[in-house]
């Protein structure tokens, strides 16, 4: 497999760029956001591009297409496309290129399309600059473009504007106006991120197709190393605005050189992971690019570092016929170091670092936030993330009490028939008598929580997951049902009551920058709880936060700091230590990591379980991805449309789902191995979730289900058991159900109260 | 869409109801009250009893309302013993010049702050954008009546271009386009800033959007750009101003009548108060009203014909 493509005589370069450099001048310094990377990407080949937030992923593929904001200036190298240097080209000619020669799509469809113009007019747009063509002939095309794309009735989508569409449609609409002109080079900037896994997989099948029927080249920029593997002939890895390995995809995967990849290839939860173990993480942060020290710049976070790395910069190098690795040690050419093994088995916790406080970094934040603002990126430079003298073991078992008997543990949480709708007004809409219609959020959930165990709940966006979480952190009042916790039914709470409630379960939220206020210090933030329940006094309020800064491994003085003087990273610790201060029993996480760098991602992730281990935690985590979720949780649960449709041990749920939608589920993760990518079945779940408004009758999963016969639109399929504790409603399971008890808290014959399922 | 503005226009009715009651309230709170106002202090009590007996002051206030609230919906809005004339025909013989200078002082506003303020959010930050945010700057803090003798000064004085006042009572408004010039000019000035600023704002946010990157990366040159992705995203946030700026364009051109000798509502108005002629005080406070509602409602309604996203419900 490790042809290298390179020196294929067969096929032709479409793109070549030589030693780009690229440097964003600010007011106080430059940063130089690409340096000397050098690519190539030949017909009908796909190229991936993979690295961290602010690595200079995008800024490449921006500096080609030579849209870099204001600040940013190509100072260095060529970018041949053909025979035409596109760096040498005046702007007039340069427009003819872009979206004629070269095409790009982007990572957020939601944004990326101009809301105020129908998709016919927008897909139709490159034509009607490019080649003048006439209105009727620009349209007739895009109609043949959104059909090529799968955009179904796309006769009646050509009116609709960019809102009316879900996000998979949007990407779909993009790919189509990028393709209008037929280019030779598609640049796809992270173009699923945004995206659930099914729609993932539906619009990198369509780039692939389209890839072969059009014979493009396509440059895909990503930080997922799963897409990666399944996607690209050959890829280019990037660290801190420099190329560091440089193979074939195949290569890449057997034989990773580069330390930096190899870390980054460990630190994503698999699917296969024993969740018992911690996570191997890249301690620290990606360098500030604004003040570089000289020698390897992934030196400092490196296992394999020696002393020449700091003193001279590695230079892409030639290991084998084709492969490019940029270090003076690369893995395998010498014996793993010795230091590795008690790295491994040290414990977890983290040293309070003093650094983090030492240099509030007066002049970095403004910097870097400004390039992040025109970039739309992530830089994470920020003041350092503690460097573990340690660095977390990554074979300790972890979360002893619910490992040791899961099934024999407490309950904490039973939520019973629990539904929640939204109204949604219509008509004259004068605010009251009954509404016309409803969003069914959650229909009719009932579960429970083991004490000291982590519950995983999965599904796509819009499933109800989110508003679950939020029920049961008390947060959100539902239409019918009860959650009780520790017995308590939370919801009948009141006042005072529902105050001191509270303190029971706490919220840690998805995005570490808008969920902190920025204009309280983190002292003041992880403080406020204590003051609105009243614990304790001023001085043992603030011994409380110094305690909880330790225990998330930030230094004391961190408290005089503001939220913006942190890293996604750190500000997510922060998050986890205000959730922690009143000693919950139970945290309601939701989407932890999601907006998190793999590396950083598995910080947290282990942190998480060590706080659990140390305070007896039970753990809420409503997630999309089912890889940290597989990491994270004892217990799983699938939600479909509002509907609980699988709900088991995690290692039953992964390992045997009967479900045909968790099947699908776990089928469309990407997985970082390219053997079992490329024989993966294309897209398990099919379309697009239907309108929770009027959901399908019977089993909701029906329109999408590979399996689905008549009864399932006649027939709401009753929970059936398929293993200890091990549930899932389907009439045509993957497996036979077992005539075992159901786990506790969990009825078969799923009814609705109100009748109206 | 029909049935938000039926709803709209029912809230309109609850606000001038309200409004009514207020404007009500206040003819009664006059020291003296309406009868003392008309007849001055030193009237017999006599010629008081008449005349409360006249105007029917001595029923019951809810009955008062009623029959002031009927005669307001018919048209009829008092009488101005001042002007000795029918509040509604002073309405009608000064409303509509005043809507003339406001509504093409406002056009006028909006026709060059829209391009200025794109030019601006284009070459922000640049020498053009700098420079002409300084002026604009000095527009938008000078006040009205400064401006107004700024131009009278520059136009008429120096250089007697324009006329600085109306002649002949306003018979001429109608047919003189210059009479109408310098008003327009001070009350446009102001706006223009104002707009212009917001234009500009809302253009470098759309500038810096994904969607016009997206149109950038088909190749769009910068004209199409602002024309096809700028213009109409930018337009949308503008028109809820222009919207809510009418009511105050129309009591703002108060000193500019008053200055220049327009004779709109505002120099009736202004008259009407030195006058205490109370009647035609309320009934410019009335239409002031209306005008409000009407333009908030027209404001929502451009906003939602600018932006598919928003649907009036």
Known sequence: MSQDVMTDPGKRPVLQVQNLRTEFRLRSSTVVAVDDVSLTVHEGECLGLVGESGCGKSTTGLSIMRLLPRIGHITGGKVLLGERDLTTLSEAEMRKVRGNDVAMIFQDPMTSLNPTSTIGVQVAEPLRIHFGTHRKAAAKRALEMLDLVGVPNPRERMDDYPHQLSGGLRQRVMIAMALTAQPKLLIADEPTTALDVTIQAQILDLLDRLREELSMAVLLITHDMGVIAGRTDRVMVMYAAKAVESTSTAELFEDTRHPYAKALLESVPQLTASSSTLLPTIPGQPPDLTNLTGGCRFAPRCRHAKPDCGTAEPTLEELEAGHLVACFHPVGSEPEPAADAPELAAPAPEPVADEAADEPAAELPTVVQRVQAVLGITLEPRPAEPPPAGPPAAAEPVGAQAAADPMSAPVLVEIERLFKEYPVRRGLGLGFGPPAASVKAVSGISLTIRRGETFGLAGESGCGKTTLGRIVAGHEHPTAGTVRIDGKEILRLHGAELRRGRRQQQLMFQDPYASLNPRMRVGAIIREPLMVQGSGNRRQQWERVAELLGEIGLSRRAMDLYPHEFSGGQRQRIGLARALALNPGLIVADEPVSALDVSIQSQILNLMKRLQRDHGLTYMVVSHDLSVLRYLSDTIGVMYLGKLVEYGPADDVYDAPAHPYTHGLIQTIPVPDPKIERTKEKAAVRGELPSPVHPPSGCRFRTRCPLAQELCAQQEPPMQVFGPGHVAACHFPLQPPTTLEPPPGVQLAMTDPRGDA | ???????????????????????????????????????????????????????????????????????????????????????????????????????????????????????????????????????????????????????????????????????????????????????????????????????????????????????????????????????RNSLSSTVTLVGLTLPYVLSGSLVIEALFNFPGMGLLFWNAAQDRDFPVLLGVVLVVTVATVVGNLLADLGYAALDPRVRLR
Request: glycine share 8%; proline share 5%; with cysteine.
């Open chain 2, 1 to 231: 869409m029909i049935a938000y503005v039926i709803r709209r226009l029912g809230q309109a009715v609850i606000v001038m109801f309200i409004v009514s009651v207020v404007v009500f309230g206040i003819l009664h709170l006059l020291p003296g009250g309406l009868v003392r106002a008309q007849l001055g202090p030193r009237a017999t009590p006599l010629a008081v009893h008449d005349l409360t007996v006249q105007e029917g002051l001595n029923k019951p206030l809810v009955v008062q309302y009623g029959i002031w609230a009927w005669h307001a919906l018919q048209g009829n809005l008092g009488f101005s013993y001042k002007l000795n004339q029918s509040v509604a025909s002073l309405l009608g013989e000064y409303l509509p010049r005043d809507l003339l200078l406001v509504g093409v002082s406002l056009l006028f506003a909006i026709a060059i702050a829209v391009p200025l303020g794109i030019w601006q959010g284009y070459r922000r930050n640049r020498p053009d954008d700098n420079a002409l945010s300084t002026i604009m700057l000095i527009f938008y803090s000078a006040p009205s009546f400064l401006l107004a003798v700024c131009l009278i000064v520059v136009f008429n004085i120096w250089t007697n271009l324009l006329p600085s006042t109306a002649t002949n009572f306003g018979a001429n408004v109608g047919t003189d386009v210059r009479v109408l010039a310098l008003p327009v000019m001070a009350l446009c000035l102001g706006n223009v800033s104002y707009f212009s600023r917001y234009v500009r704002s809302a253009t470098i946010d759309n500038l810096l959007s994904d969607h016009v990157r997206t149109a950038i990366a088909k190749g769009a040159a910068p004209r199409r750009m602002l024309a096809r992705h700028v213009l």
